[in-house]
Every structure is written in structure tokens, then in C-alpha cells.
């Protein structure tokens, strides 16, 4: 399993989020997307919706039905109706539970989660786990440590 953290500059984490899931889309691979808050699951659903006139993200939850279909799905419940192959995680560093995933994508913005991001990278590089660590910059997102 590979598990990945990007660092976004404050104020651009949806935006990131967004060019992120359309990256996961374009290469074809299945995504869920999870936050424990379940605004941000809406925030990010409706922002799919809107951010372009050029493109769409086909995406999905649980009231739409058809998990099963929706290459991206957004929930707030630990789980992977659609088969994903790829786990993003927003507002948490919580993973444990997921080994069925072949990628973990932990995205976050502010000085807290970066301690908690670091914390979490360094016990995992211990662990000798397969991890990077991204961070936005203006050029773009720049490996790091």
C-alpha cells in the first residue's frame, strides 16, 4: 500500500481536493473520498458540480444509490461500495481499517494537521512503510522530506 500526505496552502484545500479527484478520474481509477465531517462531504460534492464548464467528475453517495457505479464516491462512513482502489481522507489521520485500499491519500491545510501529518509520516517511515509527503507550492506540489 502506498499513503501519501499533501500539504495544500491555506485557503486552497477544496481546490486541491478537486484537481486531485480529477487526476484520480482521468487515470481511471476508483476513489472514495471521506471526511467524518459530513459538511465537508457536502462542500465538496456540490463544488464537484460547479468548478468547471469544460469537465465533470461523475460522482456519488449513498442517496443517489448505485454506489457500486460512481467512480468517486463521498461519504462519511468507513466504507468502499464502489470497489475504490484509492482512499482520500480529509479531516482525519485516522486509516487503520482500510488495508483494503492500494492507496491512502491524506489532504490538509492547516499548522495542526501538519503536526499531526508529520507525526503520523515520520511513525509510518519508521514502520518502513511505502509514504510521501507533498506540499503545494506555486510551482506546484513539490515532494518533501
Same mark, same amino acid.
Given at each position: 500500500?502506498?499513503?501519501? &500526505?499533501?500539504?495544500?496552502?491555506?485557503?486552497?484545500?477544496?481546490?486541491?481536493?478537486?484537481?486531485?479527484?480529477?487526476?484520480?478520474?482521468?487515470?481511471? !481509477?476508483?476513489?472514495? %473520498? &471521506?471526511?467524518?465531517?459530513?459538511?465537508?462531504?457536502?462542500?465538496?460534492?456540490?463544488?464537484?458540480?460547479? &468548478?468547471?464548464? =469544460?469537465?465533470?467528475?461523475?460522482?456519488?453517495?449513498?442517496?443517489?444509490?448505485?454506489?457500486?457505479? !460512481?467512480?468517486?464516491?463521498?461519504?462519511? !462512513?468507513?466504507?468502499?461500495?464502489?470497489?475504490?482502489?484509492?482512499?482520500?481522507?480529509? =479531516?482525519?489521520?485516522?486509516?487503520?481499517?482500510?488495508?483494503? %485500499?492500494? *492507496?491512502?491519500?491524506?489532504?490538509?491545510?492547516? *499548522? !495542526?494537521?501538519?503536526?499531526?501529518?508529520?507525526?503520523?509520516?515520520? =511513525?509510518?517511515?519508521?514502520?518502513?512503510?511505502?509514504?510521501?509527503?507533498?506540499?503545494?507550492?506555486?510551482?506546484?506540489?513539490? *515532494?518533501?522530506?
Amino acid at each position: 500500500m502506498e499513503i501519501s &500526505f499533501y500539504q495544500t496552502a491555506e485557503g486552497t484545500l477544496i481546490s486541491s481536493i478537486i484537481r486531485l479527484l480529477e487526476k484520480i478520474y482521468t487515470s481511471g !481509477q476508483r476513489c472514495i %473520498f &471521506f471526511s467524518p465531517l459530513e459538511e465537508r462531504v457536502k462542500i465538496i460534492d456540490k463544488t464537484l458540480w460547479t &468548478f468547471s464548464t =469544460d469537465s465533470f467528475i461523475p460522482h456519488g453517495d449513498r442517496s443517489l444509490g448505485f454506489p457500486e457505479k !460512481q467512480p468517486i464516491y463521498f461519504t462519511s !462512513q468507513p466504507e468502499n461500495p464502489n470497489n475504490a482502489q484509492i482512499l482520500m481522507l480529509v =479531516d482525519t489521520f485516522e486509516y487503520k481499517g482500510h488495508a483494503d %485500499f492500494e *492507496k491512502i491519500i491524506f489532504i490538509f491545510e492547516n *499548522k !495542526q494537521q501538519e503536526e499531526n501529518a508529520l507525526a503520523l509520516y515520520n =511513525d509510518l517511515k519508521k514502520n518502513k512503510e511505502n509514504v510521501n509527503y507533498w506540499k503545494r507550492s506555486p510551482q506546484g506540489w513539490e *515532494k518533501q522530506i
